[in-house]
């Protein structure tokens, strides 16, 4: 099983700030399989970026995706009010499986 | 637009079988495309993938290890509906299940249902 490591837990930041949050892999999942999704309280999860870099579709382009192999970042360039959710990597090169994940809080 | 509804009861007892349907709106559980699974979530243990059933000109499902000896999930092509059936289950396995498509990427999620195992 590939696990995911996402770091930090917990990132308190102001709007208009800038967000980095990490997800690590235990084993290579290529370029192609990796997925961030945003998770609002009392919410299902949202899909954000899939395949390490392409912006779902209706996703603000604030949002963007790197990485390859074992380490992925999601940056958020300028938070805005609604982006204060908990955020979720997964990996689909295997038998899917998700971060632990990162919940981005108002400082 | 793809919109998945779940339905099933919230509360089961200890050794009992849980039991979810999804029904699917703007796709067919037949699609050659995509993949039809049961993600749960819980504090305990995180998002944690289920398992999946899909159809490539014959069905196909794939479990999570973890819960691969007591798993069934169904396709329903008169209905355009999937279901769970969690067998034995125990508080551990208190959660919110949540149906959801995959083509690759999980993209479409279904509303969840918090499912409690006790008596």
């Known amino acids: 099983e590939v696990v995911l490591t996402q770091s930090p837990g917990t990132l308190s930041l102001s709007p208009g700030e800038r967000a980095t949050l990490s997800c690590r892999a235990s084993?290579?999942?290529?370029?192609?399989?990796l997925a961030w999704y945003q998770q609002p309280p009392g919410q299902a999860p949202r899909l954000l970026i899939y395949?390490?870099?392409n912006r779902a579709t209706g996703i603000p382009d604030r949002f963007s995706g790197s990485g390859s192999g074992t380490d992925f970042t999601l940056t958020i360039s300028r938070l805005e009010p609604e982006d204060f959710a908990v955020y979720f990597c997964?990996?689909?090169?295997?038998?899917?499986?998700f971060g632990q994940g990162t919940k981005v809080e108002i400082k | 637009q793809v919109q998945l509804q779940q339905s099933g009861p919230g509360l089961v007892k200890p050794s009992q079988t849980l039991s979810l349907t999804c029904a699917i709106s703007?796709?067919?559980?037949?699609?050659?495309?995509?993949?039809w699974n049961w993600i749960r979530q819980s504090p305990s243990r995180g998002l944690e993938w289920l398992g999946r059933?899909?159809?490539?000109?014959?069905?196909?499902?794939d479990y999570a290890v973890s819960v691969k000896s007591r798993i069934i999930i169904n396709p329903d092509t008169s209905k355009n509906q999937f279901s769970l059936q969690l067998h034995s289950v125990t508080p551990d396995d208190t959660a919110v299940y949540y149906c959801?498509?995959?083509?690759?990427?999980?993209?479409?999620w279904g509303q969840g249902t918090l499912v409690t195992v006790s008596s």
């Open positions: 703007g796709d067919s559980v037949s699609s050659n495309s995509a993949a």
């Open positions: 059933t899909y159809y490539r000109s014959k069905w196909f499902n």
């Open positions: 395949a390490a870099s």
């Open positions: 959801a498509r995959s083509s690759g990427e999980t993209d479409y």
């Open positions: 997964q990996q689909y090169a295997d038998s899917p499986t």
């Open positions: 084993q290579s999942v290529g370029s192609t399989y």
